[in-house]
């Protein structure tokens, strides 16, 4: 970069502008990319403690020639500063502490990021993090992402960042976490942990998937498999579920205030979901099945059925929501399969309009913010490191250990 193009300097901790480094982060390229297209684009550069900078309007136009879908990352709830920040918020309230354990757990992208860093933050002595290509990023955009964030939270050295699972060393591994990376785990893997081993669920013990992990090779070789309680005090992580379902809503075009909405929930979603879209102003009906779904004038249908082997909202559901509801209602999918082909030869629509994998829920709480996110992920490592130093669940507390009957099939 000329240097003409730099001129004065600035407070390092100012928020009215972007760091170099910080929009190498957000948008995935090297920070000789940011400073060639800047310069092409006539962007003037200042001097700060942290390096060149330029004001956050510049920023965002940079990002935009540069990867325009890393725009989100660039909204100042997801800014490095106020990440580190979540993440030192939720090890105080959680009393996480993963001193003297290793970690093996994903590189990701987004706010996703921060798994790896929160465990070296909780003192872990070493952090594996397995980074694979996905929709939402390459390999090096997620390990950018990881070495960014623990850079600047002052814990890098502890996080060893690799584009396959560490199998020489998983006999060291004191907590796995089920994270989309590192899926689906086998047995083949789990014979390999210790015996003091964990596995962290990183969502309630009843939401688990049998797609996501071998349970049976994990209790014949004893590895707890270890969800976390979402609804913990220090966690608090179901009182978003509501302002997701509402977010959901609005990207559908679909109001709530005035609105009558039916919410189908045969599960603990329910309750928080219903308070914050009555607390918006809908009048909504918790409503177990899809045959109970009395006859209305429903503005919305909204699904939060658990999953099952097949589709939840199928031709016989859909058949009876065209006997109950107007063409016109919208059918927003939070969680259990919907049939969108079924739907859609009937005139229905499906929010949103791309399907989830099966099994998985149609909205991320990241769309919110990083919140969440970091409460998560914290409390599922609080959980597992719990189990690992021989605390014992309970009903109240924040680990819930999943049970197996080898008669049954969870």
Known sequence: MPKETRMGTVNAGSQRYHSVADLSFLSG????????????????????????????????????????????????????????????????????????????????????????????????????????????????????????????????????????????????????????????????????????????????????????????????????????????????VFSYLGELCAHQMHAAGVCISNNRIALLCDNEFGDPIKAKLEGLGGTVLVIPSVTSIPHSKWDAIVVALKPTTAPRIGRTEIEHILSVAPRSAAIIQFWGDVDRSAAFSRGLTVWPPDPPAAGHMAALLSELGAEPIVRLQTGALRAAEGIRRGCISSATGIAQVVQWNSTEAL
């Open 29 to 236: 390229k090297p920070e000789e990319q940011v400073l060639a297209e800047a310069e092409r684009i006539g962007i003037t550069l200042k001097r700060a403690s942290v390096g060149d900078v330029m004001l956050m309007e510049d920023g965002w136009r940079l990002l935009t020639n540069l990867n325009p879908s890393s725009l989100n990352c660039a909204r100042p709830g997801h800014s490095t500063a106020r990440l580190i920040d979540l993440i030192e918020r939720a090890i105080a309230a959680t009393e996480l502490d993963l001193s003297g354990l290793t970690i093996l757990t994903e590189a990701a992208t987004g706010v996703y990021c921060v798994t790896p860093v929160i465990a070296a933050m909780a003192g872990a002595t070493r952090v594996h993090a397995v980074a694979k290509a996905s929709r939402f990023g390459s390999v090096d955009e997620a390990a950018r992402c990881v070495d960014h964030l623990a850079k600047a939270a002052g814990v890098a050295e502890c996080i060893s960042i690799t584009d396959r699972i560490p199998f020489n060393e998983l006999d060291s591994i004191d907590i796995l976490t089920n994270s989309g990376h590192l899926r689906p785990i086998t047995g083949a893997l789990i014979e390999r942990l210790p015996k003091i081993g964990v596995v962290a669920l990183m969502y309630e013990a009843w939401e688990f998937r049998p797609d996501d992990l071998d349970l049976a090779a994990c209790f014949q070789h004893g590895i707890p498999v270890v969800g976390v309680n979402e609804r913990h005090p220090s966690l608090d």
